[in-house]
């Protein structure tokens, strides 16, 4: 099992964020592993600020739960995720290990290759009405 920290990142029009890592084909949302001795806020701050070059807004964070999902870029292993609803502030761009990064409409079919915890969980949370708000 590889343990994760992700964020549900949402723009003025609903969309949510994805990101592509290097040498990968499926989008996902931002976010990754933790370092030792570091809690979930910790990671997902950090994560952001690596991948994204953007600074999580402290009191906009959310809990969303813990999910579990086939391995979007490791065959045969899984992902366990705890997932956060944030906002974030700063202009966002492709650093560190991302490749690129859309924004999707989580109400709409998207023509991208999507990671299956993103496909089968984050974007369905996104369509809560608790979810839908920045």
Known sequence: MIEIVTALIRDEQGR??????????????????REANEDDLTTLTREIREELGCTVVPDSIRPLGTFEAPAANEPGRWVRARAYKVRITGQISCEAEIAELIWVDPG???????APLTRDTI???????ENQAL
């Open 123 to 129: 974007l369905p949370l996104a369509l809560s009405p």
């Open 108 to 114: 709409k079919p998207c023509e991208r290759k999507l």
């Open 16 to 33: 949510v964020l994805l990101v592509r890592k290097i040498g990968t084909d499926s989008f996902m949302q931002p976010g990754g592993k």
